[in-house]
């Protein structure tokens, strides 16, 4: 079974917008955290924002949030009043405390900011 | 602060070579790893160490790949006799071992092999 699902492979939003972008999980581990990244074109991943599994409030960074809904194993990213700097794949990604310290990636949205 | 760096950006090289990847973490960072990714698809880990230690290694990593930490700083990837299907994005990560250990990126070096 996939640990991390994006279904979306590509979506556009016009500027200005709100989108959000999903990612639903798969973990056995109570203890674990999820995070965002964004990959333009140049290859870097950046990092976005940070969610823990033991976190009472959902993650908010600048114009991004995160929609935890951990009974549903979903880590939903927002980003609001989205620019064109925006265009982008964004990757959900999960670490495991009892699978140690790697990060496993979900396939990626590829999200592209019309104006 | 500077970031992740890697060195080179671009490799291109001709099937059976051995080629060599550097990354530069964060100064303060005391965990470093490295992923690989192919076109249209997310990172997938390859190994991580912790300080001079190498503590994992993926499946992934066959035994022409190498990699060392040899004084807990920089780190080099070796991949010898390289194939086709080694052709990808090397990225490297390095983080500090606190609460939310996230990882932060550098530029990676794509590889092209002929």
């Known amino acids: 079974a996939q640990k991390i699902t994006q279904t979306q492979p590509g979506m556009f939003v016009q500027e200005k917008e709100a989108v959000t972008l999903d990612c639903t999980y798969d973990?056995?581990?109570?203890?674990?955290?999820l995070f965002w990244y964004k990959q333009p074109s140049s290859g870097e991943m950046i990092f976005l924002i940070y969610q823990g599994s033991y976190d009472q409030q959902n993650a908010t960074e600048g114009r991004y949030s995160l929609n935890f809904q951990k009974a549903r194993k979903s880590a939903n990213l927002v980003i609001s009043a989205s620019q064109l700097g925006d265009s982008a794949m964004y990757f959900c990604a999960m670490r495991e405390v009892a699978a140690g310290n790697k990060l496993t990636f979900g396939g990626g949205t590829r999200v592209l900011v019309k104006p | 602060d500077t970031g992740v760096s890697q060195d080179p950006r671009h490799k291109i090289t001709k099937r059976g070579q051995n080629v060599t990847f550097r990354c530069d973490p964060i100064?303060?960072?005391?965990?470093l790893y490295w992923y690989r990714q192919t076109l249209g698809q997310g990172p997938e880990f390859l190994t991580y160490?912790?300080?001079?230690?190498?503590?994992?290694k993926s499946r992934l990593l066959s035994d022409r790949f190498s990699a060392e930490r040899p004084k807990g700083s920089f780190s080099t990837l070796e991949i010898q006799r390289t194939e086709q299907g080694d052709s990808a994005m090397y990225l490297c990560a390095s983080s500090f071992m606190d609460f939310t250990d996230t990882q932060y990126f550098g530029p990676g070096t794509r590889l092209t092999v002929l």
């Open positions: 160490f912790q300080n001079e230690a190498q503590l994992e």
């Open positions: 973990t056995s581990d109570p203890s674990y955290g």
């Open positions: 100064s303060e960072h005391n965990r």
